[in-house]
């Protein structure tokens, strides 16, 4: 493991740890420097840990796990083995359906590579909120290491797209990145499908005379840092950002049981965004009848304030609420600019954070030659947090939204009145002609799904087939959609226009080798082979833990595939009264023919 190492920024912060607030000096360099065996935040030279360092600790950790699946021998052994080393390294153990699934995914490099990252990005973000180093005055919402890092990262996924083709049976090929820009990842594309449904939110809210409601709840002071500044947030033990997003989906979770038990089922939508110091709060933009309003205010007010609502500040800061008067503006024109401001920053003008009592813009930052503005920061913030920025609440299910666009209109000609009002609504066609132009119409969409507040009992539905897909790591049993059907006619199916995508990445660098331990496998069962050729000891053999294909980064030719599986099970300990596996093996080779 790579000597220890902080950033010099960092260094500099807890330096000035000795000027004052210095009950936390022992706690802050604690949490800089205790690493078990954990990735250094930085190289000597005080620069944030870099991929290749982060690669290999990956083989390192893959070669430990591969080393306990071939010292022990049965599946709970290997499972705590693996768990352990897991635990020292700071991430989560490997999730799986089956033995074979667990220990391909320990033994891989690429799987290790990913969690490693993920760990080191996050304990790099914390201790920089920690530090005061992320907020208003310094840097708003992401540090700007974890600005470059993540940008380096987003570059290097959009280059392996770029060298990746898919080929399907009609011999048509595209590049991965033409096809991920026609689908919600295109930021263009996802802000405009957001804005479409809000609309049709608020269309059909108009028709039903629902009132319309923008809540914004935030978490109490002890999730926030302030800067470095906040004892509360200290005591409290510092709590990360995914922990404060935690703290408001159980909130919300008590808030939408409290609200059911009355039949009150508001409908609308939550945007998730950071204050300056990188603790998350919610907007929610919400519908309901106005015979329900009284009621859904006092519960939201209610729960929002149960924990800590007596602390200072708190009436005035943690919960707030602005009813849209009808003719003073529209509910979607209200929102659009928090979802611009979340997304891309498109007509959003100044970014402004009302933070301590005064409106702070946050202007976009240079750093060497890349530049940052308020609306990457918010991305890169989700991104590292793996904080949903945007999500429905209520509302018919949008996977039959999304699944009807792929129905052919010549399936649904002679369909029920629902099924064909669906699809009209999904359709957009895009012409120079304003009589063959239409756009779509997520309103209409709702009114045949059965209304706002219809959720999982739609009119129509998604159809599945259930089939075994050979992924990565092992065999699964998936429900893949094939159409839309009325949920009165569950027997008649329309089905979707799919394809069948053969993925080539040829021109990117697919795998990364590495030796694989000696074993008593291959001591005694394997014939004899010639010694290998010497190899210097920074060169690695051409030899992959990889269940799926991998390729050697020099040759670009197959390496080998291990049987994770297989191999468990030649490790695997006998049952009582079972022969030995030496035993097995001179029995089957001696059989006695009669």
Request: charged share 20%; glycine share 8%.
């Amino acid at each position: 493991m790579l000597d220890m190492g902080i950033p010099s920024r960092m260094a500099n912060a807890v330096h000035r740890l000795f000027g004052g607030l210095n009950c936390r000096r022992g706690e802050v360099i604690d949490a800089v420097l205790a690493h078990d065996e954990r990735l250094p935040l930085a190289d000597q030279n005080g620069i944030m840990t870099g991929p290749r360092a982060i690669s290999v600790a990956a083989l390192q950790a893959a070669r430990e796990c591969y080393a306990v699946c071939a010292r022990l021998h049965d599946a709970h052994a290997i499972k705590t083995g693996i768990d352990a080393i897991c635990a020292r390294r700071g991430v989560k153990p490997p999730v799986s359906n089956s033995v074979g699934g667990y220990i391909a995914r320990a033994g891989d490099h690429a799987w290790w590579r990913r969690a490693l990252r993920k760990e080191l990005m996050r304990r790099f973000e914390h201790t920089s909120i920690q530090l005061g180093l992320t907020y208003v005055r310094a840097d708003p919402y992401v540090s700007r290491e974890t600005c470059m890092a993540q940008a380096a990262q987003n570059a290097a996924n959009q280059k392996i797209l770029e060298s990746a083709t898919a080929t399907n049976e009609h011999g048509d090929v595209y590049s991965l990145d033409k096809l991920a820009a026609l689908g919600v990842s295109n930021k263009t594309i996802r802000r405009g499908e957001l804005m479409l449904r809000i609309r049709g939110f608020e269309e059909v809210a108009g028709d039903l005379t629902h009132v319309s409601m923008f809540w914004t709840i935030t978490c109490p002071s002890k999730y926030h840092s302030v800067g470095g500044t906040n004892e509360k947030y200290v005591e409290f033990g510092s709590p990360t950002p995914s922990e404060a997003q935690a703290y408001l989906v159980n909130v919300w979770k008590l808030i939408r049981s409290a609200l059911h038990r009355l039949n009150i089922r508001p409908y609308g939508f939550r945007i998730a965004e950071p204050h300056s110091d990188g603790c998350p709060h919610w907007h929610m933009l919400l519908f309901v009848a106005p015979h329900q309003q009284a009621a859904m205010e006092k519960i939201i007010y209610a729960y929002a304030m149960a924990e800590d609502g007596d602390e200072a500040g708190a009436l005035k800061n943690r919960v707030k609420l602005v009813n849209i008067e009808v003719g003073k503006g529209t509910a979607a024109g209200y929102i659009a600019k928090y979802i611009s401001k979340n997304i891309d920053g498109f007509g959003v003008g100044d970014h402004k954070v009302f933070e301590n009592g005064q409106t702070y813009i946050i202007a976009p930052d240079l750093f060497g030659n890349a530049e940052f503005t308020a609306s990457q920061r918010v991305t890169y913030w989700a991104q590292v947090w793996g904080i949903r920025q945007f999500q429905p609440i209520g509302g018919p299910p949008i996977g039959v939204w999304r699944e009807m666009r792929r129905v052919a209109g010549e399936i649904v000609q002679n369909a029920p009145a629902e099924i064909r009002a669906a699809h009209l609504a999904c359709q957009k066609i895009i012409s120079d002609d304003p009589a063959v132009a239409m756009q779509a119409d997520f309103a209409a969409f709702i009114r045949a799904m059965g209304g706002p507040q219809c959720g999982r009992d739609c009119t129509i539905k998604i159809a599945t087939r259930e089939e075994s897909v050979e992924g990565r790591y092992e065999l699964v049993d998936a429900y893949r959609p094939v159409g839309v059907y009325l949920a009165a006619q569950p027997h008649a199916v329309y089905e979707s226009v799919r394809y069948q995508w053969t993925i080539d990445r040829s021109g990117a660098r697919a795998g990364v080798a590495f030796a694989v331990p000696r074993t008593s496998v291959n001591k005694c069962t394997q014939p004899a082979k010639a010694e290998p050729a010497y190899q210097p000891k920074n060169r690695i053999p051409a030899l992959s833990f990889d269940d799926g294909r991998s390729f050697h980064p020099d040759t670009g030719k197959p390496c080998i595939k291990v049987d994770h599986a297989g191999l468990y099970m030649r490790h695997k300990k006998r049952q009582p009264g079972a022969p030995s596996t030496h035993l097995a093996y001179l029995r089957g080779k001696y059989r006695n023919p009669h």
